[in-house]
């Protein structure tokens, strides 16, 4: 069975609860800055994965255009026929070196199998207040 | 490129937008545990993101038990934009289960099944009783 992936949020915080729930906190989709480079403090990229029986090897990135910013690999072992299964990647002080968009990629046996795209918004820089001597 | 019109449907305790426009959503759940039946479940949000193409659009959401409607929403929404972004918040207390059959989320647009989910119910034992000394 192919492994295809039914949603990736992006969030803030994301946490699984001991009765197995799922908290997202802050999802958002898309990214702000006020100048490049700058640097996200911390987020959370949530893959649910829908998978056959057998061994996957998954890797994540996150990369703008072709530079990997950030990069994760993990192995699932599904012994049913098949799977739902959330993965949940912290990313700490992302380097963002430019304007153009983020994007997640997931491979699976060194294969894409799927992606995601944040784009980055420049945000004006706010006013100066004017000081006495001005 | 054909766009699905619902790119998901949660289940959750509660589901909120904070002030600078993001989602929270707590308690993601995608199955019901339950010691008996009927049963009545307090508190449920169901989240989903539905893309609309420019128009009047008329929205249904069914939470059903084989052919019986728990609980209907329907609302409508006028898109001015060529594509937009809808999130939507279907907050629904008290609702009856009435048997172990799975809960059924049905949303339709316009009348056409978009999306059909399944949220089973799961009998769970009740709790040993402590034992007396």
Redesign the interface.
């Known amino acids: 069975m192919k492994t295809t992936i039914?949603?990736v949020h992006f969030?803030?915080h994301a946490s699984m609860?001991t009765d197995?729930?799922?908290?997202?906190?802050?999802?958002?989709e898309s990214l702000f800055a006020m100048e490049v480079p700058t640097k996200h403090p911390q987020m959370y990229v949530l893959t649910r994965l829908h998978l056959g029986k057998g061994e996957h090897t998954f890797m994540l990135t996150l990369q703008q255009e072709d530079k990997v910013l950030a990069k994760t690999s993990f192995e699932i072992a599904v012994t049913q026929k098949t799977q739902?299964q959330n993965h949940l990647w912290g990313v700490f002080d992302l380097e963002l070196q430019s304007y153009d968009p983020l994007t997640l990629k997931v491979y699976e046996n060194g294969d894409e199998i799927d992606s995601a795209t944040l784009p980055i918004y420049r945000l004006p820089k706010p006013f100066k207040k004017p000081t006495k001597e001005n | 490129m054909q766009i699905q019109p619902i790119e998901y449907a949660l289940f959750c305790d509660y589901a909120n937008v904070s002030m600078d426009g993001k989602l929270n959503m707590s308690g993601i759940f995608d199955r019901i545990m339950t010691e008996q039946v009927p049963a009545v479940h307090p508190q449920m949000f169901v989240v989903s993101k539905l893309f609309l193409p420019k128009g009047k659009h008329s929205i249904t959401f069914t939470l059903m038990q084989q052919d019986k409607v728990l609980a209907k929403a329907q609302f409508d929404k006028e898109i001015e934009t060529e594509l937009a972004v809808h999130n939507h918040f279907w907050g629904i207390q008290g609702l009856k289960i009435e048997s172990m059959e799975p809960i059924e989320l049905q949303v339709l647009i316009e009348g056409k099944q978009v999306l059909v989910k399944r949220l089973p119910i799961v009998k769970v034992e009740k709790r040993g009783e402590p034992k007396k000394d």
Do not use: Q, T, V, Y
């Open positions: 039914p949603f969030c803030d609860s197995g729930k799922l908290n997202l906190n802050g999802i958002f739902e």
